[in-house]
């Protein structure tokens, strides 16, 4: 499998620079990748290529950027009617981070339907998590930077989160804001912070990358790869692959950069910040809105946030709280219910999020909170104990080629 | 699909897959070109800077042997209302041996206001005025001398002031730009 130069150019620098058998170890022959990949696999690939646009974008726009009470929102402004191609890069910038959430929001579920967090990949399900807490991190210091009245008020409801600890609570906001309001100085911290995440982002990639490449991909069937019939090389197979689902994913986020721009956003962060007045409804991003329902779900300060906090954590949790031996949902007949349950408690509770928290949506985001919580603390336990999961293939080979031995074309195949 | 074997083309005979080959990649490189030209382009002068690229001056308040230097585009520009002998010294050396030749009428537009880019065209120092071996201005960075016509005469500037595109829009006001 090793990787065989023929360019004595190529040979000079692989002997003293590794860079080529590194590629290779990454998306070329040297990394067998399970035959059985369907599209839900593309989002892994799709969010790495969504963070480099989110950074060129992010480079260009802090050109052209003042992160300065009295002149971010006319440099945004100034960004959007001066700068050559200024109103593309912004809302490529802004509708980009809504894509990067679409993305990482249907590869979690992904991994959540296939079992990816489950042995022996619990280490890569971690770092995931944490780059999702540092990807909500950098949305939230981002949408603060225009420095319009969402920007700003989001900003104070955010950060006033931590007021609702005992005694440390106060000092930390006050920390967070440096002074005693949202203001120049908590406006000059966001962007400096909002420019450095995205670059540690990079590096737990790399690190989601290395646990990944240990032990491989999971596949829709959940059974480990035994051999070379069960593969085939990353490339050209699944680069190609990847290559045509960014095709249709790129239509998609094109859709919403030149015909639909502000959609996703709110026109109030079109007034300029002004801290007497509250907008009359203020709500978060779409990508938050799921942790806002259930932010205020609860009638108490602090309950709202521990669970809030609780909802992401809880994942750190899954290896353990899941006690079925058997990975992929395809086998599972009553957790894969279970899991669609799962799936509309997600959606009521964004689409609560977005209401008014008062009647119909209130008791329906106390619903979803509820299940939200049991599904993982409840229902995956219990389940994964009592069902009875219907026969796994002997291998990946097997159900498509019967009785799982290694036909010589397969071998073929995988070794060259 | 049978065309497209290998078998069916004679060797060196483009089969279909090498033309969707080409013409994928083809279209892929176009697709790559036209989104990293926004990219390339968002750095160059935005709107409000091109609005940013005449300016006016009033002259009526420059005595003969004065200069006033304004700022047009970021750069300098030398405003001089010369005195008679800096035009007569100017003339008489324009059949003298010049690196860049350009002769005084050429470079003004009325030989009382001499009006220049205030730019070494060596690496972009601002010369002084009135100073260097030939009684116009001296880039103190690497020794720059320039005449009275701003012409450059000694030093490792190539060429002379530029004299930017400005007109009279009336007997004592200028347009530059």
New interface residues.
């Given amino acids: 499998m090793a990787l065989q130069l023929q360019n004595p150019i190529l040979k000079w620098i692989e002997y003293r620079l590794p860079v080529f058998s590194t590629i290779d170890h990454m998306v070329g022959s040297g990394y067998p990748t399970p035959k059985n990949l369907n599209y839900l696999w593309n989002f892994g690939s799709l969010a790495g290529i969504v963070l480099v646009v989110q950074i060129v974008t992010g480079i260009v726009l802090a050109m052209h950027y003042t992160p300065h009470t009295s002149l971010a929102f006319d440099s945004v402004e100034h960004i959007m009617r001066d700068v050559n191609y200024g109103w593309l890069m912004r809302y490529l910038h802004a509708n980009g981070a809504s894509m990067f959430f679409v993305v990482v929001y249907i590869h979690i579920f992904r991994g959540l339907y296939y079992g990816s967090y489950k042995t022996p990949r619990e280490l890569l399900w971690f770092i995931g998590i944490i780059i999702l807490l540092a990807m909500m991190a950098t949305a939230f210091m981002g949408y603060v930077l225009p420095w319009g009245q969402m920007s700003f008020w989001g900003a104070t409801v955010i950060t006033n989160l931590f007021s609702a600890f005992p005694f440390i609570g106060d000092p930390i906001v006050t920390w967070l804001w440096g002074g005693f309001a949202v203001d120049n100085p908590t406006l000059n911290r966001f962007f400096s912070l909002h420019f450095l995440l995205p670059f540690v982002i990079v590096g737990l990639v790399m690190l989601h990358l290395l646990a990944l490449h240990q032990h491989g991909s999971n596949n829709p069937l959940g059974v480990e790869k035994k051999g070379p019939q069960d593969t085939i090389p990353f490339h050209p197979y699944y680069t190609v692959k990847d290559l045509f689902g960014l095709g249709v994913f790129l239509i998609f986020f094109a859709y919403w950069v030149f015909f639909n721009p502000n959609y996703l956003g709110h026109p109030d962060n079109y007034i300029p910040a002004n801290p007497l007045v509250t907008p009359a409804h203020i709500v978060p991003e779409w990508y938050f809105l799921p942790f806002y329902a259930i932010l205020r779900a609860v009638p108490d300060k602090l309950g709202g946030v521990l669970l809030m906090f609780g909802a992401i954590l809880i994942l750190f949790l899954l290896p353990w709280l899941d006690t079925s031996r058997v990975k992929s949902s395809r086998f599972r007949p009553i957790y894969k219910q279970f899991y669609w349950v799962f799936v509309l408690a997600c959606i009521g509770l964004l689409w609560a999020g977005g209401q008014p928290p008062e009647g119909l949506p209130l008791y329906l985001s106390r619903v979803c909170t509820v299940y939200y919580f049991a599904h993982f603390l409840v229902v995956m336990p219990l389940v994964g104990w009592f069902e009875r999961p219907r026969p796994l293939p002997a291998s990946i080979s097997e159900p498509v080629l019967g009785g799982g031995k290694l036909p010589a074309g397969a071998a073929a195949r995988g070794t060259h | 699909m049978s065309s497209t074997t290998t078998g069916g083309a004679g060797a060196g005979e483009p089969t279909r897959r090498d033309f969707l080959y080409i013409a994928a990649v083809g279209i892929g490189a176009v697709g790559t070109a036209a989104a990293i030209w ?2 390339i ?4 002068p ?4 091109l609005a940013l690229s005449s300016i006016e001056v009033d002259l009526s308040n420059i005595q003969t042997g004065m200069s006033v230097t304004v700022l047009w585009r970021g750069k300098p520009v030398f405003v001089r209302h010369r005195t008679q002998a800096e035009i007569d010294k100017a003339v008489a050396d324009d059949k003298a041996d010049l690196p860049d030749p350009a002769t005084d009428e050429s470079r003004v537009k009325k030989p009382e206001w001499l009006v220049m880019m205030g730019v070494c065209t060596h690496l972009g120092c601002v010369p002084l005025g009135q100073q260097g071996d030939y009684g116009g201005w001296f880039c103190p960075c690497h020794g720059s001398h320039y005449d009275t016509s701003g012409r450059i005469r000694k030093g490792p500037a190539p060429l002379n002031l530029p004299v930017p595109e400005y007109a009279f829009i009336s007997d004592t006001r200028i347009k530059i730009g």
């Fill in positions: 926004p990219f382009s968002q750095m160059n935005s709107a409000d800077v």
